[in-house]
């Protein structure tokens, strides 16, 4: 009997157990040893609290798609559905406002919708914002577009630890819906499953798009490689997720650490290092949310909270504080267009259009204020 050594995943990435099971005789011949009976409770406990393998083809760390007639992206919502639905339905994503998730219908026929991440926590209604975007992309599907619906470090902290104080209004919010708090960590049930599959990052055409921004000068397939490796490792805990400098947590207002745009400072300028990020990454322009308050530049040009703001045409910030738990602004959407040349647009919920952005003109900043509450 040969039984070969196995790494297993431990729960909520706690590292892995690696073992070389022995065998020993008595006289009734080949016997386990207590090696491989506690060799089988661990793949049991393992198997019982993450479930099966991700499928990485499936559910991909980054999504591709090669072009899209026109692109929507959203910022962080954290749990305020009324005002994200205001805003999808100014951006002419869906129809009339909904009362609740089943009431939204897909308006916006082949186009592609990509959000940001960190849906859950600072509001009252994280559940109907996740099932509002997982409607929306069935629909989507149906009519020839798609909802791209990424992780945010909201998403990827709750997964590493669903009882750390950070997620205790989203977890407050389960137990209300009768939803198993432990087993959503484990990746099971329906927001389970959901949230354990979410991409990390997507690249549309020549726009890439991504909770943090910072992709680290990797391509997308060194990208997707520490990405899927990390996550197989170490779970959500991953560096690669919840570390400093990573696509999820880098931070461009400082709070105790370096933006991560001046990470080739005083070399190398806050241009020079984006357009060799996107170079590597084979695209045009980044798109990140996770920053809503004021970002100030190397050069002094500032960013003010609640602003749909790029920078250089490469940087582009969307996170403008929507939710009521943050209430910088009352949502706004980034809408891409190209027809008559590539155009980036902010659109209010009140109908405002502000042009960020476009092929002819190339403006080295753009901003929209922040959009009326």
Same mark, same amino acid.
């Given at each position: ?90 951006? $002419? ?74 997620? $205790?209004? !989203? ?64 779970? !959500? $805990? ?47 322009? !980044? ?24 920078? !250089? ?61």
């Amino acid at each position: 009997m040969d039984i070969p050594a196995v790494s297993l995943p431990l729960p909520h990435g706690r590292g892995s157990v690696s073992s070389e099971p022995r065998l020993s005789r008595s006289g009734n011949g080949k016997v386990l040893t207590m090696n491989i009976r506690l060799l089988v409770a661990a793949v049991f406990l393992c198997v019982a609290a993450t479930g099966a393998p991700r499928d990485w083809a499936k559910y991909p760390a980054v999504t591709q798609i090669a072009s899209a007639e026109e692109i929507f992206a959203i910022g962080d919502a954290h749990s305020d559905f009324k005002r994200l639905a205001r805003a999808m339905v100014a951006a $002419r994503i869906i129809e009339a406002q909904p009362l609740k998730p089943e009431d939204a219908h897909w308006r916006a026929g082949h186009a592609v919708l990509v959000t940001t991440g960190d849906m859950i926590d600072k509001g009252p209604r994280a559940l109907d914002v996740l099932r509002l975007l997982m409607l929306l992309r069935t629909e989507a599907r149906r009519a020839g577009g798609d909802v791209v619906i990424l992780a945010g470090n909201h998403e990827a902290e709750f997964l590493a630890d669903p009882s750390a104080p950070k997620g $205790r209004e !989203f977890a407050r919010q389960l137990k209300a819906a009768n939803i198993d708090l432990n087993e959503v960590g484990a990746c099971k049930g329906e927001i389970g499953e959901f949230l354990c599959s979410l991409s990390f990052a997507a690249r549309v055409g020549d726009w890439f798009f991504s909770h943090g921004g910072n992709a680290g000068g990797r391509t997308v397939a060194q990208l997707t490689a520490d990405l899927q490796g990390g996550v197989e490792h170490d779970g !959500f $805990r991953t560096k690669h997720l919840v570390g400093d400098d990573s696509i999820l947590e880098s931070r461009l207002n400082g709070e105790g650490r370096k933006p991560w745009i001046d990470a080739g400072m005083p070399d190398r300028g806050e241009r020079e290092l984006l357009a060799d990020y996107a170079r590597a990454l084979g695209v045009q322009h !980044f798109v990140e949310g996770h920053v809503p308050s004021d970002v100030v530049f190397a050069d002094g040009v500032k960013r003010n909270h609640g602003e749909m703001f790029q920078r !250089f045409g490469l940087l582009f910030l969307i996170d403008t504080g929507m939710s009521e738990g943050v209430d910088d602004s009352g949502g706004a959407v980034l809408h891409i267009t190209f027809q008559g040349g590539e155009k980036a647009t902010a659109i209010c919920p009140d109908g405002k259009s502000t042009l960020l952005w476009d092929s002819v003109s190339k403006p080295d900043t753009g901003r929209a204020t922040a959009c009326a509450k």
